[in-house]
Every structure is written in C-alpha cells, then in structure tokens.
Nanobody, 126 residues
Framework: QVQLGESGGGLVQAGGSLRLSCAAS????????MGWFRQLPGKEREFVAA????????YYADSVKGRFTISRDRAKNMVYLQMNSLKPEDTAVYYC???????????????????WGQGTQVTVSS
C-alpha cells in the first residue's frame, strides 16, 4: 500500500522558518516527480513547488519563489520543503504529492498527481 506522510508543520511567527518532510512508503518514488501543494478551507488546492524525477529540476509558484526550497533524498524516499521568510499568507494545510504513473515530468496541478499525504498544518502569525 502506497502512503505519503507529511510532518514538520506548526505555528511560527512571520519571518520564521519551517521544514516540512514527506516520507513515502509502499513503493519507491526516486524517479517520479513529486510536489507540494497547500489548501485553505473552502479554497482550491494550490501548487507550491515540484521536483522533477529525472534530474531534480525544480519549479515554484511565484508566491514562494526565493523563499521556499524543495529537495529530495532518494535513498530515504523522502521529499522536503524548506520554508523561509514565512508570511501570514503562507498559512494553510500543506500536502505532499507524487505522480502515480511514475513519470518524471513536473506537474503543477493536483490532477497531475495520484498519491497524496494527509496534510500538515502550517500557521504563520503576524
């Protein structure tokens, strides 16, 4: 059974940092593109960052570019999201996602991913 599990969320003051982790189990995603999304209640899930499966190329939403960094550890089957200079508008539930077809290409919409974690809450206070 494939599972993704996020951790590392919490409450932080504006300007602070958090590092989210996503642990994958049930299959290896070392060659798959993976991504991070976030969602507020009543809103659509929003793309944050993605990492390519072939060469670890990355892509970011404009709202987080320069502040967030996505990375992966293939040996541990994990993906990370380092979030710096956090703002109150970054408050959301953050989700890790992986392409179900094992494809390496980046995807920036939820429909591009078939596996999801349960989410971790990030709250940034002003």
């Amino acid at each position: 059974q494939v599972q993704l599990g996020e951790s590392g969320g919490g409450l932080v003051q504006a300007g602070g940092s958090l590092r989210l982790s996503c642990a994958a189990s049930g299959r290896t995603f070392s060659g798959s593109a993976m991504g991070w999304f976030r969602q507020l209640p009543g809103k659509e899930r929003e793309f944050v960052a993605a990492i390519r499966g072939s060469d670890d190329g990355t892509y970011y939403a404009d709202s987080v570019k320069g502040r967030f960094t996505i990375s992966r550890d293939r040996a541990k089957n994990m993906v990370y999201l380092q979030m710096n200079s956090l703002k109150p508008e970054d408050t959301a539930v953050y989700y890790c996602a992986a392409r179900a077809d094992g494809g390496a290409g980046l995807r920036t919409t939820p429909a591009g991913y078939g596996y999801w974690g349960q989410g971790t809450q990030v709250t940034v206070s002003s």
